[in-house]
């Protein structure tokens, strides 16, 4: 116990933009915080809110989706999609008094390697201020 | 005011069609001053239709309850349509549906109401208390005249019809074939009073109200069945693999569930209030579902239920849709 209080933030990001990016960003040998759990999804549209619900149930304290840049999807539009259904995502959370900034959104394409390094810096000292998410956490024991 | 009699005078002419299989609307109740939903299949069942102040339900809730079984070899489908009798509200439903493309607009034959507000029945019990039986209700201009074991009182119609209807913009059916009696417009204004209220509250007050309305929730689900809009074959709660909510009746499972249940209307759902009506524990579902309907008014300039032609909400998209909160 004492010890300083390391985020856990689950990054649902695109295989065509986002995904690349991360890649760019390790193999340039860049500098981010540890803190970010990718799961790879082939795009953000595929991000459903129940993914996000769950994993701020299942002991993440933030999550962050990567998207292609609007006009460069891969699909076209499922990154305006999940635009849409983040915006009203997050309206709710609010609501019920869940920090939205522990859902966040970004768009960084293949070639942002530091873009990605920076968006993740961010992310994690924001949710590191935020605290550890204990509002709906789920309880495993039976 | 409806006319009873000009009701079933629509019911039975509807009824006596070749093309229609049955009729759903309201009838008396077996129990107290409720009325219940009630199926004509021959033009005699006409007679028991009534409307007053008491048709609380939204009907609209049938034509997706019906069961398609596998057919035999050989064997035809049942082609014939459905009639429903709507209020206002329930007819947005309808229409949201159509938008869907959850149900043919041929296979629904719709009955309008024009409503003047209807009786909360939550609010009805808590005025006369263990006097819920041989109550009746009749509409009175501006004021209510309910009927109690005899005796007739009238009361402001603001005191009895439940939240939505006092901000209902559209008391006229949008969509119908059958229009009994006349068109009523309406000079009520939704202004999210409440949910612009509760916005000011910090984070930690919210989610202390929310994590006791939450705490409630028992997970019968009667929100998600008495939901005109609920009609997935496959519910994401019933879902076993993947499990995406468990079982478990907790704080976690109850506030995703409440949380998720709100989102999949977004963009949907039309303010009907049967959630909230349904559930027993009374948790203020229509909360959540107004907070939506403002914020997509607001950041994406739509109501739902309104015009049938549009795309829905969340599979359409504009460039310039807000991005403030994107990285």
Same mark, same amino acid.
Request: glycine letters at 6%.
């Given at each position: 116990?004492?010890?300083?209080?390391?985020?856990?933030?689950?990054?649902?990001?695109?295989?065509?933009?986002?995904?690349?990016?991360?890649?760019?960003?390790?193999?340039?040998?860049?500098?981010?915080?540890?803190?970010?759990?990718?799961?790879?999804?082939? +795009?953000?549209?595929?991000?459903?809110?129940?993914?996000?619900? #769950?994993? %701020?149930?299942?002991?993440?304290?933030? $999550? =962050?989706?990567?998207? +292609?840049?609007?006009?460069?999807?891969?699909?076209?539009?499922? #990154?305006? %999609?999940?635009?849409?259904?983040?915006? $009203? =995502?997050?309206?709710?959370?609010?609501?019920?008094?869940?920090?939205?900034?522990?859902?966040?959104?970004?768009?960084?394409?293949?070639?942002?390697?530091?873009?990605?390094?920076?968006?993740?810096?961010?992310?994690?000292?924001?949710?590191?201020?935020?605290?550890?998410?204990?509002?709906?956490?789920?309880?495993?024991?039976? | 005011?409806v006319?009873n009699?000009?009701l079933r005078?629509?019911v039975?002419?509807?009824i006596?069609?070749?093309?229609?299989?049955y009729v759903v609307g309201y009838e008396k109740g077996t129990y107290g001053f409720q009325t219940t939903p009630c199926f004509a299949y021959k033009?005699e069942d006409a007679d028991k239709f009534i409307f007053s102040p008491l048709c609380v339900h939204n009907l609209s809730v049938f034509p997706m309850l019906e069961?398609?079984?596998?057919?035999?070899?050989?064997?035809?489908?049942?082609?014939?349509?459905i009639g429903v009798v709507v209020k206002?509200c329930d007819?947005?439903?309808?229409?949201?549906?159509?938008?869907?493309?959850?149900?043919?607009?041929?296979?629904?034959?719709?009955i309008?109401i024009?409503c003047?507000?209807v009786v909360d029945p939550k609010?009805l019990e808590?005025?006369?208390?263990?006097?819920i039986k041989n109550v009746e209700v009749k509409?009175?201009?501006?004021?209510?005249?309910?009927?109690?074991?005899?005796?007739?009182?009238?009361?402001?119609?603001?005191?009895?019809?439940p939240?939505?209807?006092?901000?209902?913009?559209?008391?006229?059916?949008?969509?119908?074939?059958?229009?009994?009696?006349?068109?009523?417009?309406?000079?009520?204004?939704?202004?999210?009073?409440?949910?612009?209220?509760?916005?000011?509250?910090?984070?930690?007050?919210?989610?202390?109200?929310?994590?006791?309305?939450?705490?409630?929730?028992?997970?019968?689900?009667a929100?998600?069945n008495a939901c005109p809009?609920?009609?997935?074959?496959?519910?994401?709660?019933?879902?076993?693999?993947?499990?995406?909510?468990?079982?478990?009746?907790?704080?976690?499972?109850?506030?995703?569930?409440?949380?998720?249940?709100?989102?999949?209307?977004?963009?949907?759902?039309?303010?009907c209030g049967q959630c909230?009506r349904s559930c027993p524990?009374?948790?203020?579902?229509?909360?959540?579902?107004?907070?939506?309907?403002?914020?997509?008014?607001?950041?994406?300039?739509?109501?739902?239920?309104?015009?049938?032609?549009?795309?829905?909400?969340?599979?359409?998209?504009?460039?310039?849709?807000?991005?403030?909160?994107?990285?």
């Amino acid at each position: 116990m004492g010890e300083k209080f390391e985020p856990n933030i689950i990054g649902f990001l695109c295989n065509w933009c986002s995904y690349a990016g991360a890649d760019l960003a390790g193999t340039s040998r860049i500098q981010y915080p540890p803190n970010l759990k990718v799961i790879r999804v082939m +795009c953000s549209g595929r991000v459903n809110p129940i993914f996000v619900i #769950n994993a %701020l149930q299942q002991g993440a304290d933030g $999550v =962050l989706i990567g998207g +292609c840049h609007p006009g460069d999807c891969h699909y076209e539009r499922g #990154n305006y %999609l999940a635009r849409r259904r983040m915006a $009203v =995502l997050k309206k709710l959370l609010e609501y019920t008094g869940i920090d939205p900034n522990r859902v966040r959104m970004t768009w960084v394409s293949a070639a942002e390697g530091v873009k990605f390094a920076e968006v993740v810096k961010e992310v994690t000292e924001d949710i590191r201020k935020l605290g550890p998410m204990q509002h709906f956490k789920r309880e495993n024991k039976w | 005011m409806v006319d009873n009699n000009q009701l079933r005078e629509a019911v039975k002419k509807t009824i006596s069609r070749d093309d229609v299989k049955y009729v759903v609307g309201y009838e008396k109740g077996t129990y107290g001053f409720q009325t219940t939903p009630c199926f004509a299949y021959k033009p005699e069942d006409a007679d028991k239709f009534i409307f007053s102040p008491l048709c609380v339900h939204n009907l609209s809730v049938f034509p997706m309850l019906e069961e398609k079984p596998p057919l035999r070899k050989g064997e035809e489908p049942d082609k014939r349509k459905i009639g429903v009798v709507v209020k206002g509200c329930d007819s947005r439903a309808i229409v949201q549906i159509l938008q869907e493309k959850g149900l043919d607009r041929d296979k629904v034959v719709i009955i309008g109401i024009p409503c003047t507000g209807v009786v909360d029945p939550k609010k009805l019990e808590k005025m006369f208390p263990g006097h819920i039986k041989n109550v009746e209700v009749k509409d009175d201009d501006d004021k209510f005249a309910v009927t109690v074991d005899g005796k007739t009182q009238k009361i402001q119609k603001s005191e009895l019809i439940p939240d939505k209807c006092k901000t209902c913009e559209y008391p006229t059916p949008i969509l119908y074939d059958i229009l009994i009696g006349k068109e009523i417009k309406s000079n009520k204004n939704e202004d999210y009073k409440k949910v612009n209220e509760f916005e000011k509250k910090s984070l930690k007050d919210k989610w202390e109200y929310w994590e006791k309305q939450f705490d409630k929730c028992i997970r019968c689900y009667a929100c998600r069945n008495a939901c005109p809009l609920c009609y997935c074959k496959e519910c994401m709660v019933d879902q076993l693999n993947p499990q995406w909510v468990r079982r478990s009746v907790n704080i976690s499972e109850n506030t995703a569930w409440n949380l998720l249940r709100a989102f999949h209307l977004a963009g949907r759902c039309i303010g009907c209030g049967q959630c909230e009506r349904s559930c027993p524990m009374d948790i203020p579902l229509m909360e959540l579902n107004k907070k939506i309907e403002k914020e997509i008014r607001e950041m994406f300039e739509y109501e739902a239920g309104v015009n049938a032609e549009e795309k829905p909400l969340l599979a359409m998209f504009k460039p310039d849709d807000p991005e403030e909160f994107i990285l």
